[in-house]
């Protein structure tokens, strides 16, 4: 008998969790309000995507992938999409340091306007390797909700910093499967 | 003794000279088989095959005159250029413009596709490089032969090189790039050779009033811009909508902008010059790169490589490659996936530009029974 109401107990616990934690992933719905401003940290062409997705969306966005401070004028979510790539700094005529130091102060000037702040890593694992890392490292702590492709996460970096920062993050098989939670992320 | 001696070395010097006369000669002859044309089939599509010189006439009767096979839908539609062999070492390339040519059915729209961008580039293989002049494709009744050619215009067309060259968009250059066709945009009509080409390309872009541009690569494994579509940003929109539904088909591919300070490219030039929406298709070709091993037709065509495999493992490369390689079949395949994903996607982005073809070879089939499935049998 003893060991009958431990089992129950125990499947009550399972079950309960396992609600918690359906709870905790709706913690992701509404989070977010519009007009939203897209810009890349890194300036990989993926900043496209991520507008392609909003467009899908029915999201209010602008895409301005070097935004600057003044660009966030009236702008209540602003989008971080996470990824170096080299041709696009060049393109952008940025070197990292610089394109690095921009988005440090896109990011404290939403942080002094309450602005939050939703970051994107949509390349997969070929958008990975040390610049874009670092990248990772100092602006993803700063968001709100995190979505990533799943291949981008091989090694967990992602699982691991927003764990430690309580940041609800989202991985998703594809770049297209990010519409959804994106979708839904918005009120 | 001194009459013998001599004698000895007429004989000898005989011998050396006869040899030399020798080997000139079966090189001499090996060194033209590059001049023999490949041939190309017209498949049943095909509404007429013109002379690129058509759009610049200066061009006619030199060497980088070339074909341009044109299909003409019976509705109005949208206007697309594909060009293989920009660059004739890059068969991927040559090899997708050639299947489509020999199967393709326009219905909507008009297509133009230049399978031999750079025709002088055909010519000659860079002996240094040890490729083989030409590589077969296995079809269902017999072998066809391509040429493997030089990523460059033939010197014997465009000679000497300048130390330091300025192309036509002001970018300073090394003087091989010269013979570049991907540097030599938007072209000069009394420049160089390869200028010329692609002052004509140009031209018939404008002239063609074509919507979707599409310059077929491919690169080293080794190399950050592989298997990859480089965009202009007038078709960002387009190009990220087509990376998606590349994505939902199992493609994999890397979006990359075009740079607006690399001047000369297909991908930057046509943009800038012309209303159209220029995009370059990357894919990764072994046989392309510094680190392989021993060139062969067996490297064209499978694609393996032992030292790829090793960089591969210790992450040197910007693509996946394992013991299975990556072979032609493979990369005309994602060629023709992407080719096919960015005409199911521009109407979209451009209303009343659709453009619809029927017998359009299926990337799944290549990539699994080979490119041969597609080709004409031999002639
Ligand atoms: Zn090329």
Redesign the pocket.
């Known amino acids: 008998m003893k060991k009958i109401i431990l089992s129950i107990f125990i499947l009550h616990f399972f079950i309960v969790s396992a609600l918690l934690g359906q709870e905790k992933k709706d913690e992701v719905i509404n989070i977010f309000e519009q007009p939203i401003l897209i810009t890349s940290a890194g300036q990989s062409a993926e900043v496209q995507i991520a507008s392609v997705l909003a467009k899908r969306a029915g999201l209010s966005a602008a895409l301005s992938k070097a935004a600057f401070a003044n660009e966030l004028k009236g702008i209540r979510t602003l989008v971080i999409v996470l990824g170096v790539s080299l041709k696009g700094l060049g393109a952008a005529g940025l070197d990292i340091s610089q394109e690095t130091n921009r988005v440090q102060i896109l990011v404290d000037d939403a942080q002094r306007k309450n602005i939050p702040i939703l970051c994107l890593h949509l390349g997969g694992e070929t958008r990975r390797g040390q610049l874009t890392d670092d990248l990772i490292n100092t602006f993803l702590p700063f968001s709100k909700m995190a979505i990533v492709v799943e291949s981008g996460n091989k090694d967990g970096l992602f699982t691991s910093i927003c764990k430690e920062n309580h940041i609800p993050l989202i991985v998703v098989e594809r770049a297209v499967d990010a519409l959804q939670p994106l979708k839904k992320a918005f009120k | 003794m001194s009459f013998i001696t001599i004698k000895k070395e007429t004989i000898k010097g005989s011998i050396l000279f006869l040899s030399i006369i020798l080997i000139s000669f079966f090189s001499g002859k090996q060194f033209l088989q590059m001049h023999k044309k490949d041939i190309i089939i017209q498949g049943p599509g095909i509404s007429s095959k013109v002379k690129l010189s058509v759009y610049f006439p200066l061009l006619k009767g030199t060497p980088g005159d070339t074909d341009v096979y044109v299909f003409k839908g019976k509705e109005e539609g949208g206007n697309l250029l594909i060009l293989g062999g ?2 004739p070492n ?1 068969p991927a ?1 040559f090899l997708t413009a050639i299947i489509l040519i020999e199967n393709i059915h326009v219905d909507k729209g008009k297509v133009f596709i230049i399978p031999q961008a750079n025709h002088s580039g055909f010519t000659h293989n860079d002996p240094h490089e040890g490729n083989p002049q030409r590589f077969p494709i296995q079809t269902p009744e017999g072998i066809r032969w391509f040429r493997y050619g030089s ?1 460059l215009t033939n010197p014997v067309h465009q000679w000497p090189d300048p130390v330091l060259y300025v192309n036509p968009s002001g970018q300073k250059l090394s003087g091989a790039e010269s013979r570049n066709l ?1 540097r030599c945009y938007p072209g000069k009509a009394k420049g160089n050779l390869t200028e010329r080409i692609a002052f004509g390309i140009t031209n018939l872009i404008k002239k063609e009033q074509i919507d979707l541009a599409i310059d077929l ?3 080293a494994p080794e190399y950050p811009v592989i298997n990859a579509i480089v965009f202009h940003e007038n078709s960002a929109e387009l190009a990220a909508l087509v990376y998606m539904e590349l994505q939902m088909e199992g493609f994999e591919f890397r979006l990359e902008a075009s740079p607006k300070n690399l001047r000369g490219l297909s991908h930057r030039e046509w943009g800038d010059t012309t209303k159209v929406k220029a995009i370059l298709l ?1 894919s990764a070709n072994a046989s392309h790169g510094r680190l392989k091993g021993k060139p062969s037709v067996a490297l064209i065509i499978d694609g393996k490589d032992k030292n790829y495999v090793k960089a591969s493992r210790i992450g040197r490369l910007f693509v996946p490659f394992d013991e299975k390689g990556i072979p032609l079949k493979v990369r005309v395949g994602r060629h023709v996936a992407a080719i096919k994903a960015f005409l199911s996607n521009l109407q979209e982005v451009e209303l009343g530009k659709g453009i619809d073809i029927t017998n359009f070879p299926s990337a799944r089939e290549i990539i699994e029974h080979g490119t041969g499935i597609y080709l004409e049998p031999p002639k």
């Open positions: 920009t660059h890059e390339g990523r991907n690569h491919e690169a990357e």
